[in-house]
């Protein structure tokens, strides 16, 4: 699933390429994609509209337009924003397909069909129509601080791992960037997140932000399914110390790494440089 580096990488290629475009047209191609409002009345209420601002919280894109509605997207398991030209040869995973006044189109691409679309009026919020972004924690490349966290993990009994991908807790942070900050924080992902020292958690803080900007530099990860607005796919799972490292040598210490299940994730890490 795209975490925060690659729907900022998305983002930031949308803004790029659309800021000031009006859009002409809309087709859905699979209803299911649409979560607000009907697949039939979103064909209708976006024509016309020309895109002004794009912001990012947590993992959800939030497109603005000039007349203060606006597009919100998830892109889920394997959804994509992609820019493309008419001439270029369309995806058989197009789900629904924008057409530009100037002959771009904006395809929302999603082979499993998990990603959802939002059409918010200009009347509206977009956290009135997703109440999911009503509960998000504090944006970790800005907002987050270690004082948060000290009083928001005093009492919680999970793992570290576990407390970072709770998306009410800190928005935007994934499974792959989590194993990275916890090996590079020296912490063990079964760590109880209570057990931690301020020392640590400053810690913490300073690598969630290294490591998230470090893979929006990269480009994000591309595991699976992710590919940027300009349809390319992202570098830092070739740079990544811990994830999908599984029996292979520790870059510092060289022990092998090893994976064990959490809340139904993997985590990686080094039992050497991350013990319990």
């Known amino acids: ?33 649409i979560a607000c ?34 597009l919100a997207c998830h892109l889920r398991m394997s959804g994509a924003l992609v820019v493309k030209t008419k001439e270029e040869e369309k995806d058989k995973h197009l789900r629904v397909l924008f057409k530009m006044q100037s002959g771009k189109e904006l395809h929302f691409e999603d082979m499993r069909v998990f990603g959802r679309l939002w059409f918010v009026k200009s009347s509206t919020k977009f956290q009135e129509v997703i109440p999911a972004l009503n509960k998000m924690g504090p944006e970790p490349l800005t907002d987050l601080t270690h004082n948060y966290l000290q009083e928001k ?35 063990h992902p079964q760590t109880r997140a209570s057990d931690l020292s301020t020392a640590k958690l400053k810690k913490l803080v300073e690598n969630i932000r290294f490591v998230l900007e470090q893979a929006i530099v990269a480009g994000g990860s591309s595991i699976r399914d992710y590919k940027d607005s300009f349809g390319v796919n992202g570098n830092y799972q070739n ?15 060289e022990r092998k790494i090893e994976r064990v299940k959490l809340a139904g994730r993997s985590a990686h890490f080094c039992p050497r440089c991350q013990r319990r």
């Not at 699933?1 to 930031?12: D, G, K, Q």
């Not at 000031?20 to 209803?31: Q, Y």
């Open 37 to 70: 409002p009907s697949a039939k009345s979103f064909a209708k209420l976006v024509p016309g509209r020309v895109f002004s601002d794009f912001v990012r919280r947590g993992k959800y894109l939030l497109m603005s337009f000039d007349d203060g509605s606006g």
């Open 1 to 33: 699933m795209p975490e925060l580096p690659e729907v900022e990488c998305v983002l930031r290629g949308l803004e790029k390429s659309l800021a000031g475009e009006r859009i002409e047209s809309v087709k859905v191609l699979r209803e299911q994609s």
């Open 153 to 187: 993990l005093a009492t919680r009994s999970q793992s570290i791992k576990a407390a970072l991908l709770d998306q009410e807790l800190i928005a935007g942070i994934g499974n792959i960037y989590a194993d990275e900050v916890l090996f590079l924080t020296g912490v």
């Open 239 to 253: 740079e990544a110390l811990v994830y999908g490292r599984v029996g292979l040598s520790c870059t510092k210490c």
